[in-house]
């Protein structure tokens, strides 16, 4: 199976500030890398798709980037609602595999 | 609007069954659908997908020979028959659509609320 290192698993931040996550695959998988939101209590969002493709509704403040084994999320002025969990997910093959997830969290 | 809603939770005995069902409105029920689970305060983990049809089906490790998935397209109804329970079983359990627009089987566009799994004696 695949595997997904997401870093870091924790992100102090404040409100403004430009934040990034990191997620590395243990193989290629071209650019086959979902990333999701996840608050307290709710199901999972997706945020993008295709490794950089933005979902409909999504705030254009986030964005993904990355291709082979590395990739980011950057979220460009952190918001409140931004605080959450973030995973990336890899669907190059079965099983998909996410990653542990980093938590931002108000610093 | 899609919904997803999952039901069929609860506190089940280590060893026994439990069947959970996804009920699906607000699109054609057409597309591949899955199982994502998620242990108390940790990831999400896949679980098992399903065609169209039915007639195609993938586990991951931990589910195969114990889980079965299965849909009825004239109900839009999902469902995840779950044997030989143990504690790490322990979840939410969310049924989620799988998306068609990136290109590749695999990514989740919409997910339910979930339903709370607990296996414990």
């Known amino acids: 199976d695949i595997q997904m290192t997401q870093s870091p698993s924790t992100l102090p931040a404040s409100v403004g500030d430009r934040v990034t996550i990191t997620c590395r695959a243990s193989?290629?998988?071209?650019?086959?890398l979902a990333w999701y939101q996840q608050k307290p209590g709710k199901a999972p969002n997706l945020l993008v798709s295709?490794?950089?493709n933005l979902e409909s509704g999504v705030p254009s403040r986030f964005s993904g980037s990355g291709s082979g084994t590395e990739f980011t999320l950057t979220i460009s002025s952190l918001q409140p609602d931004d605080f959450a969990t973030y995973y990336c997910q890899h669907y190059n093959t079965y099983p998909v595999t996410f990653g542990q997830g980093t938590k931002v969290e108000i610093k | 609007q899609v919904r997803l809603v999952e039901s069929g939770g609860g506190v089940v005995q280590p060893g026994t069954s439990l069947r959970l069902s996804c009920a699906a409105s607000?699109?054609?029920?057409?597309?591949?659908m899955h199982w994502v689970r998620q242990a108390p305060g940790k990831g999400l983990e896949w679980v098992a997908v399903i065609g169209p049809d039915g007639n195609i089906k993938a586990y991951a490790a931990s589910g195969k020979g114990r889980f079965t998935i299965s849909r009825d397209n004239s109900k839009n109804t999902l469902s995840l028959q779950m044997t030989s329970l143990g504690a790490e079983d322990t979840a939410v359990y969310y049924c989620?659509?799988?998306?068609?627009?990136?290109?590749?089987?695999?990514?989740?566009?919409?997910w339910g609320q979930g339903t709370l799994v607990t296996v414990s004696s």
């Open positions: 989620a659509r799988e998306g068609q627009s990136s290109g590749k089987a695999g990514i989740f566009d919409f």
């Open positions: 193989q290629t998988i071209s650019n086959w």
């Open positions: 607000g699109f054609s029920f057409n597309n591949p």
């Open positions: 295709k490794a950089s």
